[in-house]
């Protein structure tokens, strides 16, 4: 070993705390990029694996029935390479240790053979075809998860209108459900939705649809365009009921995927930037200070001939070493943190398996640019060291040169004790080092803000959707939209003491080129159950004529209330109305449009009919309740708004618990790492200086704060600044979360700054305290000597 | 023994040693790395006088500059400051001996860089009871017009002037200066040495200079000359020599 690096050994030894808190803040900005590009590249690969493997459709149609024969004909589209058509329904579940009724999704499977398109993936048992398979179901993943369902148990589904027993013959997942969700829903509600496959013939034949199709899956071929195949398929199957074809970014299974990978590289950048730009400025300020104390050894050095080439790489080697300190910590906590987010994704979607992918190249890429960070943290340094000669190197440095602060200028002077007059005027005299020491212990205070900006953004979207928009007990829907008087079956069912009507109708909603196919809803003009609010919030009376449809979508399609919007009607009859628009509502998962239910019901050239009804239980028959609708064969399903809430808030408060408590974790470390430091390089610049002082008969206490008011000025600045920044940067995040089937409100509540100001207030003093205890170690009898 | 609390009692006997020093010794390191700085000092010191300590490097001088200043404290010998065992004290009296009792003038001045000459001393006159005030404390010392100035803008003269009034500004019965001119020229060193002079003769504070200048050895009272750790000899001078007068 060369004898500088055994110096560099040992300098690092000497450093060894400060070292390992710049290295800790770069692993903190590594590990969230590690993590966060690790975990794109696991969901991306996984996905694209997936649907490859498994051949997910890229263009997909429902309609109301057409007959088998009309495959050929969407074969025959130019641009379509493959077709499957099968039949997928609602059905109303009796799951055995759940007291509420479920939903199930039936999907078709060929009597015979595999399915071309969105092949099922066995997880165990096996798939319900061959002959001896009459009332057998596979069951999707997440569904049996929650209710711990195996092949070989039962289950009860009201196949229209009869109630029927079926054996499980196995588990099953599919790259159309890879977010198994209700339609429409933001986030999964395993308890009461899940998917299921039978054989064709069963199914159909229940409904009778023998010989039919209800639902169409294609894939195109190479060079198709695919607007052109998805306006074809809408053509040919308009006659048959068709409700708009759409492709694979519509999907609502793909676009959740889609969504949280677009977060995710939201996250991937902003955050690690910061945290390494931290980790540059510390690495300056410990490497400039080194230099400065070791400017007579430099001297030395370059006196016996070392050349400027050879000292300045030594002082590189050493930023070195913290940089492959940083980089091992930040790739290990990486590595586990991501390991931990996947498993978190698991809640959210289901893959055959879905491992973690470490992203080799943003490694390497993250090695280099925090190394080029610390490198031109150093540079600086390491240029003034080198280019002092020798001579004038060996002599200490000129004493410092201090003026009166701005303030004491201003005329504030009189009442500052000269210890805070001390801190005043170090904090000017190094303008940049107190900026930027402040600026970090403000972006620590801000990493802070955001994961409890999302929590509290959560809680806010809880309490909106489901006590100022929803409040009703039930959500009843019927398998087919009925006549009116269905209505007063609903009020008649036990404990029901208000039933209010919806009308869904499948629409495109298209303003110039931009349009986007949702569910329309018909309510009551002022309905007290669910209601159309808007964001002051308010609730929005639904007008004779108009439409009130949501900001999002107002943004997507462009328009503004008083704009005419034009409306086409996918189900039934194909009509296209020009609509205006008459307000706009808040929402958070997907979008939404709603119509006066008479007005929607004339649009539609139909009498009064509903889709189904939302009604408020007595608690006292609620058992009654279920027990009656379990046995309604025409009801499709019954969602329970408090067991929704429920699955919401648990799925969200694992989700961001983990996040938020990853982001504290990191924030914190940022927060004691840079005041340690600070700490740390102010005691060694004023060692003399506070060594007189006790001298001359300051306490060690008194000292201390000596020390630390400079820092405690600084921080009290940082903190407002802070909130400042932390309250932009949610805003910034929550900008890229604000996605067409997620968003998020940004709510900066007055505990959330509290709490970042606590946590970076506490490891402030924490980390103070830590340096100011270094203050026993001062030698007094030093202060006496001379400086030469 | 004083309490923190409270300041240090005043002899009941004017007369009676404010330093009294029996066997003192020092030494640093154990076994074979052991090094004796000091090997077995005794002597009386008392109010009003002003002390030569005369030595060469290493003899010593400088340890027991600290042992009487309370920076450090002896292995072997008995300390005493009045009454008060000043050699077994604990650290946080020794902070308030320092605090109300003793000033010290440093060879490198030792003032906070990032405050004016006036808040240098003010900065002393907070933390102790019944202080002079800064202004006249500078005064004292001949340095009434450069109140507002910082350290980088005074000369070394200056500089341990403002160091001085900053010992002084608390009125300690000790005044301890190590080497005050050894960063001097000659005349910069007789204008400081004249505020030391005058402040011991105005003030009747105990003085004690450690120097390796035996020239200085002529304006004390007493001069105790150190080598290898021991008292090698003591001179009573009839009469101080001005400062002025001594022989440069």
Redesign the interface.
């Known amino acids: 070993m060369l004898l500088l690096d055994r110096k560099l050994l040992r300098d690092l030894r000497a450093l060894k705390s400060q070292a390992l808190a710049v290295a800790l803040v770069m692993a903190c900005g590594l590990a969230m990029m590690i993590m966060t590009r690790s975990l794109i590249l696991s969901l991306e690969t996984t996905r694209d694996t997936y649907y490859r493997e498994h051949r997910f459709a890229e263009v997909f149609a429902r309609l109301k029935r057409a007959p088998n024969s009309v495959r050929d004909q969407l074969a025959a589209i130019p641009g379509v390479a493959t077709v499957q058509t099968g039949i997928a329904l609602q059905v109303t579940l009796d799951v055995p240790g759940l007291d509420l009724p479920a939903v199930g999704l039936l999907n078709s499977v060929p009597e015979h053979g595999a399915p071309v398109l969105n092949q099922v993936y066995l997880r165990s048992g096996r798939l319900p075809v061959g002959r001896t398979t009459r009332h057998e179901l596979a069951v999707g993943e997440a569904f049996a998860d929650v209710h711990g369902l195996r092949p070989g148990d039962t289950i009860s589904a009201v196949l229209n209108g009869t109630q029927q027993t079926f054996h499980l013959s196995g588990v099953a997942l599919s790259p159309e459900f890879v977010f198994e969700a209700p339609p429409g829903s933001a986030l999964p509600d395993n308890k009461t939705y899940g998917v299921f496959w039978m054989p064709y013939k069963e199914l159909a034949t229940a409904f009778q649809l023998y010989g039919a199709f209800n639902n169409v899956a294609l894939t195109l071929a190479p060079d198709a365009s695919e607007g052109a195949v998805i306006a074809a398929v809408d053509r040919l199957l308009a006659p048959y009921g068709g409700r708009g074809a759409f492709g694979r970014a519509n999907h609502p299974s793909h676009r959740r995927v889609d969504d949280e990978i677009r977060v995710l590289q939201g996250l991937s950048i902003a955050f690690p930037l910061v945290f390494l730009s931290v980790a540059a400025f510390m690495t300056n300020s410990v490497m400039s200070r080194q230099i400065t104390l070791q400017r007579e050894q430099i001297a030395m050095l370059k006196a016996c001939g070392f050349s400027n080439a050879q000292v300045g790489a030594h002082y590189f080697k050493f930023s070195l070493a913290i940089v492959v300190a940083g980089t091992g910590l930040g790739s290990l906590g990486g590595i586990v943190l991501g390991h931990q987010l996947v498993g978190m994704y698991h809640l959210f979607f289901r893959f055959p398996r879905l491992d973690f992918l470490l992203d080799t190249r943003v490694l390497v890429a993250a090695t280099l640019i925090s190394a080029l960070a610390a490198f031109a943290g150093v540079a600086g340094a390491v240029r003034r060291a080198v280019r002092l000669p020798p001579a004038e190197a060996m002599r200490p440095e000129a004493p410092a040169r201090y003026r009166p602060a701005l303030v004491e200028r201003l005329g504030a002077a009189r009442w500052f004790s000269p210890s805070f007059r001390m801190s005043l005027r170090n904090i000017e005299r190094r303008p940049v080092r107190s900026a930027l020491t402040c600026l970090a212990l403000a972006l620590a205070t801000a990493i802070l803000i955001v994961p409890n900006s999302f929590r509290d953004g959560i809680a806010y979207v809880i309490d909106f959707q489901w006590d100022i928009v929803q409040r009703q007990t039930v959500t009843l829907s019927l398998v087919e939209p009925g006549p009116a008087r269905a209505l007063d079956d609903f009020r008649h069912l036990p404990g029901v003491v208000l039933a209010q009507p919806f009308r869904y109708v499948p629409v495109e909603l298209r303003a110039g080129p931009v349009s986007r196919r949702i569910l329309l809803q018909g309510l009551p003009a002022r309905g007290t159950l669910s209601r159309v609010i808007d964001a002051r919030p308010q609730q929005l009376a639904l007008p004779e004529r108009g439409i009130i449809i949501s900001a999002k979508l107002a943004e997507i399609l462009r328009v503004r209330p008083g704009d005419e919007i034009i409306a086409k009607v996918l189900e039934g009859e194909e009509r296209e109305l020009a609509v205006p628009v008459a307000g706009l509502a808040e929402d958070f998962a997907g979008m939404a449009a709603y119509m006066e239910w008479h007005a929607l019901n004339r649009l539609l050239l139909e009498g009064d009919r509903i889709s189904g009804a939302h009604a408020m239980v007595a608690a006292s028959q609620w058992g009654e309740f279920l027990r009656a609708v379990k046995n309604t064969p025409r009801l499709a399903g019954c969602v329970v708004k408090t067991s929704v809430r429920e699955g919401f808030r648990q799925t969200t408060a694992e989700s961001i618990g983990l996040l938020q408590k990853i982001y504290t974790l990191f924030a914190t470390i940022v927060a004691f790492g840079i005041i340690y430091n600070s700490a740390r390089i102010s005691l060694s610049e004023r060692a003399r200086e506070l060594a007189t002082l006790r001298v001359l008969g300051f306490t060690r206490g008194e000292v201390g704060a000596v020390l630390v008011g400079e820092l405690v000025l600084l921080t009290l600045v940082a903190l407002p600044l802070g909130l400042l920044l932390g309250s932009g940067l949610a805003a910034g995040i929550i900008t890229t979360v604000n996605t067409e089937t997620v968003r998020l409100p940004l709510v900066l509540t007055p505990a959330n700054y509290a709490l970042a100001v606590l946590t970076v207030a506490l490891a402030s003093a924490l980390s103070a305290w830590f340096a100011a205890r270094k203050l026993a170690d001062i030698d007094l009898v030093s202060a006496l000597k001379a400086l030469d | 023994m004083p309490s923190v609390a409270n300041p240090l009692p005043e002899p009941a006997d004017a007369r009676a040693p404010v330093f009294r020093v029996r066997g003192l010794a020092r030494v640093y390191g154990e076994g074979t790395a052991a090094v004796t700085a000091l090997r077995g000092v005794d002597f009386d010191l008392f109010r009003s006088e002003l002390v030569v300590l005369l030595g060469a490097s290493g003899s010593g001088k ?1 340890t027991l ?2 042992q009487l ?1 309370g ?2 404290s002896p292995t072997h010998g008995t300390l005493h400051y009045r009454d008060w065992a000043l050699g077994t004290a604990s650290e ?1 009296e020794l ?6 009792s ?1 000033g ?1 003038v ?3 001045y ?1 003032l ?5 000459a006036r ?2 001393v ?3 006159t ?3 009871r019944e202080p002079m005030d800064a202004e006249e404390a500078l005064r004292l010392v001949g340095l009434g017009e450069r109140l507002d100035h ?3 803008q005074l000369s070394g003269g200056e500089q341990q002037r403002v160091a001085i009034a ?1 010992a002084i500004a ?1 009125r300690p019965a000790v005044l301890l200066c ?2 005050p001119t ?2 001097l020229d000659v005349h910069t060193g007789i204008t400081v040495l004249e505020a030391i002079e005058r402040i011991n003769r105005e003030l009747g504070t105990l003085t004690v200079i450690i120097t390796h200048n035996a020239i200085l050895a002529d304006m004390a009272d007493r001069v105790f000359t150190l080598s290898d750790g021991r008292i090698i000899s003591e001179r009573r001078n009839a009469r101080r020599g001005a400062v002025g007068e001594l022989a440069w």
Do not use: M, W, Y
Request: with cysteine; aromatic share 10%; charged share 20%.
């Open positions: 400088s500059l600290n200043g920076l450090d946080p902070t308030q001996f320092r605090r109300h003793v010290f440093f060879q490198a030792n906070i860089p990032s405050l004016t808040e240098n003010a900065l002393i907070e933390i102790c910082f350290p980088a900053r608390k190590d080497e050894g960063a």
